[in-house]
Protein backbone atom coordinates (compact mmCIF):
# COMPACT_ATOMS: atom_id res chain seq x y z
CA UNK A 1 0.00 0.00 0.00
CA UNK A 2 1.65 3.22 -0.93
CA UNK A 3 1.83 6.26 1.76
CA UNK A 4 -1.03 9.00 1.59
CA UNK A 5 0.50 12.14 0.87
CA UNK A 6 -1.22 14.94 2.36
CA UNK A 7 -0.50 18.75 1.57
CA UNK A 8 0.41 20.72 4.99
CA UNK A 9 -2.55 23.52 4.55
CA UNK A 10 -2.38 26.47 6.87
CA UNK A 11 -4.26 29.48 5.81
CA UNK A 12 -7.01 31.93 6.93
CA UNK A 13 -9.03 34.81 5.79
CA UNK A 14 -11.32 36.88 7.93
CA UNK A 15 -12.80 40.06 7.65
CA UNK A 16 -14.32 42.11 10.67
CA UNK A 17 -13.57 45.92 12.50
CA UNK A 18 -10.50 46.43 14.98
CA UNK A 19 -11.29 46.13 18.79
CA UNK A 20 -8.57 48.16 19.77
CA UNK A 21 -5.81 50.45 18.25
CA UNK A 22 -3.08 48.22 17.78
CA UNK A 23 -0.11 48.18 19.95
CA UNK A 24 3.44 48.28 18.32
CA UNK A 25 6.37 46.72 20.14
CA UNK A 26 10.16 45.21 20.29
CA UNK A 27 10.81 41.52 21.17
CA UNK A 28 14.00 41.00 23.33
CA UNK A 29 15.96 40.36 19.13
CA UNK A 30 15.19 43.83 17.94
CA UNK A 31 12.42 42.67 15.84
CA UNK A 32 9.40 44.58 15.26
CA UNK A 33 5.91 42.88 16.45
CA UNK A 34 2.30 44.58 16.06
CA UNK A 35 -0.51 42.85 17.69
CA UNK A 36 -4.26 44.35 17.05
CA UNK A 37 -7.94 42.16 17.71
CA UNK A 38 -10.08 41.79 15.49
CA UNK A 39 -14.01 41.13 16.29
CA UNK A 40 -15.62 38.66 13.35
CA UNK A 41 -19.49 38.91 13.14
CA UNK A 42 -21.83 36.29 12.24
CA UNK A 43 -25.86 36.24 11.65
CA UNK A 44 -28.00 33.24 12.30
CA UNK A 45 -31.33 32.13 12.81
CA UNK A 46 -31.62 30.48 16.58
CA UNK A 47 -34.44 27.62 16.94
CA UNK A 48 -36.99 30.20 17.10
CA UNK A 49 -36.20 32.03 13.68
CA UNK A 50 -35.33 34.81 15.27
CA UNK A 51 -32.07 36.64 14.10
CA UNK A 52 -29.05 36.39 16.57
CA UNK A 53 -25.44 38.57 16.42
CA UNK A 54 -22.23 36.52 17.57
CA UNK A 55 -19.14 38.21 17.52
CA UNK A 56 -15.71 36.03 17.48
CA UNK A 57 -12.62 37.80 18.74
CA UNK A 58 -8.97 37.05 16.85
CA UNK A 59 -5.21 38.13 17.69
CA UNK A 60 -4.11 39.06 14.49
CA UNK A 61 0.16 39.84 14.36
CA UNK A 62 2.21 41.76 11.52
CA UNK A 63 6.43 41.58 11.93
CA UNK A 64 8.96 43.66 11.04
CA UNK A 65 8.31 46.37 8.38
CA UNK A 66 4.86 45.43 8.05
CA UNK A 67 4.29 46.05 11.68
CA UNK A 68 5.87 49.53 11.47
CA UNK A 69 3.50 50.22 8.13
CA UNK A 70 0.14 49.45 10.04
CA UNK A 71 1.00 51.09 13.12
CA UNK A 72 0.02 54.53 11.75
CA UNK A 73 -2.58 53.42 9.30
CA UNK A 74 -4.96 50.91 11.65
CA UNK A 75 -7.11 51.86 14.22
CA UNK A 76 -9.64 50.67 17.13
CA UNK A 77 -13.07 50.63 14.10
CA UNK A 78 -10.76 49.87 11.00
CA UNK A 79 -12.55 47.71 8.79
CA UNK A 80 -10.31 45.12 7.44
CA UNK A 81 -9.49 41.68 5.43
CA UNK A 82 -6.59 39.93 6.76
CA UNK A 83 -5.07 37.14 5.35
CA UNK A 84 -2.52 34.93 6.93
CA UNK A 85 -1.61 31.39 8.89
CA UNK A 86 -2.60 30.10 12.26
CA UNK A 87 0.05 29.94 14.83
CA UNK A 88 -0.88 28.14 18.23
CA UNK A 89 1.65 29.20 21.23
CA UNK A 90 1.42 27.12 25.08
CA UNK A 91 3.35 28.24 27.98
CA UNK A 92 2.91 28.40 32.04
CA UNK A 93 1.97 30.94 33.61
CA UNK A 94 3.46 32.67 37.18
CA UNK A 95 0.86 29.90 38.16
CA UNK A 96 2.19 27.22 36.31
CA UNK A 97 -1.16 26.76 34.41
CA UNK A 98 -0.84 25.72 30.93
CA UNK A 99 -2.34 28.48 28.37
CA UNK A 100 -2.77 28.74 25.25
CA UNK A 101 -3.53 31.18 22.35
CA UNK A 102 -4.01 30.79 18.59
CA UNK A 103 -3.42 33.67 16.64
CA UNK A 104 -3.23 35.21 12.76
CA UNK A 105 0.15 35.89 11.47
CA UNK A 106 -0.97 38.18 9.13
CA UNK A 107 0.53 38.01 5.15
CA UNK A 108 -1.54 40.57 3.49
CA UNK A 109 -3.78 43.23 4.71
CA UNK A 110 -6.66 45.38 3.39
CA UNK A 111 -8.53 48.11 4.76
CA UNK A 112 -12.14 48.03 3.98
CA UNK A 113 -13.29 51.34 3.69
CA UNK A 114 -15.48 53.66 0.85
CA UNK A 115 -12.91 55.57 -1.71
CA UNK A 116 -15.04 58.49 -0.46
CA UNK A 117 -13.72 57.99 3.53
CA UNK A 118 -10.20 56.69 2.52
CA UNK A 119 -9.55 60.06 0.46
CA UNK A 120 -11.30 62.14 3.69
CA UNK A 121 -8.62 60.38 5.91
CA UNK A 122 -5.97 61.10 3.16
CA UNK A 123 -6.81 65.24 3.30
CA UNK A 124 -7.11 65.03 6.95
CA UNK A 125 -3.72 63.60 7.14
CA UNK A 126 -2.42 66.15 4.83
CA UNK A 127 -3.83 68.89 6.56
CA UNK A 128 -2.48 67.68 10.22
CA UNK A 129 0.73 67.29 8.36
CA UNK A 130 0.67 71.26 7.13
CA UNK A 131 -0.30 72.53 10.05
CA UNK A 132 2.69 70.77 12.18
CA UNK A 133 5.14 72.55 9.16
CA UNK A 134 3.49 75.99 9.81
CA UNK A 135 4.23 75.61 13.72
CA UNK A 136 8.33 74.75 13.11
Known sequence: M????????????????????????????????????LAVNRSYRDRNGDWQEEASFFQIVFWHK??????????????????????????????????????IQVRTLQILEKAQERMVAEIDERSEEESELELV
Open 66 to 103: EAELWANRLHKGSPVLATGRLRSHTWKGEDQQPHSLVE
Open 2 to 37: SELRMPNINQVALAGRLVQDPELRQTENGAQRLVAR
